[in-house]
Structure formats: C-alpha cells, structure tokens
C-alpha cells in the first residue's frame, strides 16, 4: 500500500491523491523547499521503530527502495549536501550523479546538474583518491576550522576539492559552515548525517526541516540514534507536514515551528 497523506496545508495541492504510487514530479512538489533566497536546511534520516539509525555500522540495513526514491528526491532538489566525514567512510560515499527526471527543474531553479557534496572534518582524515574527491561532476567541498592540519588541507585541494574554513579551532561551527555554503549560492541545503553532525545542527538550532523514515524494524543493540551529541537545555518543536507509508515504512517530514 502506497498512500500519502498530506497533514497541513503545506503540503502541495498534488498531495491529495492518495492510494497509488507517486512519480518523481509528484514526489518533488511534495517535497519542495520553501520560495525564496533564504537559506534551508533540511535533515534525511532513517530510524528502526527502536531509534537505531544504523545496523551493523550502516544505514543501508534498513532503508527500502522507496526511501531510496525520496533520497533520490532530495538530492534531486538540493544545492548541496551537508555529511560528516565518519558517514563519507563508513558509507562510502561518492559524488552525486545529475538525474534525467530532475535535469529541467534544476535548470529552472538556477542550479547545476548536481548538489555538491560538502564533508564536515576537523582532521581531514579522509582518503582522496576516492571518487567523492577524484572524479566529482561538481568539486567537492570540506568544510573546517581554522587549526586544521596544514599538510591535509593541502592534499585536498590537490586533490581537486575546494576547503573552506568554518571555525576557529580545529572544529567547525554549525551556523558558519551553513553560512559560508549560503555565501556561494548553495542555499537549498540537505545534511544526511551522520548522527554526530545532526546533533550539532540540532543543538546550534540551525535545523529548519527532518524527512525521517521510520523502519517497521526492531534491532536492539547500542546502535546510534540519529542525533548524537550533548542533550539541548530545551527541547526544540517542530510540526508534521507529510506522511507517506508503504509496507510499513513510514516517510514522515516535520517544520520547525
């Protein structure tokens, strides 16, 4: 069963047809950033119905082929993607791809083929001769602190990625790096974790947006949740927009109010 069912009055008129499967037009509609230049930053997470974000290290485990459509989706429609150097390993990541069915509204909206991908590291200890970095359709960037190590950043930029300074110390300041991504135009931001850098996003308050698919699945273990970090002093509220649900897997999006 495929049915989306539209919570606020948010949700684009297209969201009223439910029980049949939506195409990617629908599902971008659906899932549009907001209208203007401000700058947007939404969260795409899975959680197991017992809040572990990974199984065995990964969130694969756990996803279905229509999370993997709405990852698609996203991506489809962001500027850039926001991910934490632990995620680029553990993951493997690689450079997003530019996708037929999103080729005219990307070109409607101003943007290029494809989102860059932006790595958050402190350290830089990450390996540049794979393809995220190598062979990109847009140059990767990585975003760090000041006191980051002289002889990494170095390889990176031979590596062909762009470095761009977003803290003081060694760390990188959440609100700064977002900052400095809007200040080259890549407003429409997506951050895919992992459950680290969400923390951190959290804990600035600098989250508009999360899309988390909910996992009819119980794995039990000490896997992490999908944000980690330091507890906020006050819980932030945010609001439902949407629900998809297909075989038990719920594709939830909340706004913060």
């Not at 390993?89 to 909206?109: C, V």
């Not at 080259?184 to 508009?208: I, M, S």
């Amino acid at each position: 069963m495929r049915r989306l069912f539209p919570v606020t009055d948010q949700t684009s008129e297209t969201a009223g047809a439910a029980g049949r499967e939506w195409d990617l037009d629908e599902l971008a509609e659906a899932y549009a950033y907001p209208a203007g230049d401000a700058p947007w930053l939404r969260a795409n997470m899975v959680s197991t119905l017992d809040g572990a974000a990974q199984h065995g290290g990964r969130s694969q485990p756990i996803s279905c082929e229509t999370d993997m459509r709405i990852f698609g989706t996203l991506r489809g429609l962001a500027d850039v993607v926001v991910v934490g150097a632990e995620t680029v390993r553990l993951e493997g990541y690689r450079p997003a791809r530019a996708r037929e069915a999103f080729a005219a509204r990307r070109k409607a909206a101003g943007q290029g083929p494809a989102p860059a991908i932006a790595v958050v590291s402190a350290s830089l200890q990450l390996d540049f001769g794979l393809p995220l970095f190598s062979s990109p359709l847009v140059p990767t960037l990585i975003l760090t602190g000041v006191g980051a190590p002289a002889d990494r950043i170095r390889a990176a930029e031979q590596a062909g990625a762009q470095v761009l300074v977003a803290g003081e110390g060694a760390a990188v300041d959440p609100a700064r790096a977002l900052r400095a991504l809007a200040d080259r135009g890549l407003t429409r931001q997506l951050t895919e974790g992992g459950p680290r850098l969400l923390g951190q996003f959290v804990a600035d308050g600098v989250l508009d947006e999360i899309c988390l698919t909910i996992a009819p699945l119980l794995t039990a273990g000490d896997a992490q949740r999908i944000a980690g970090g330091p507890a906020v002093a006050v819980p932030e509220r945010f609001a439902p927009t949407s629900l998809l649900e297909e075989d038990g897997f719920l594709f939830t999006r909340y706004r913060r109010i």
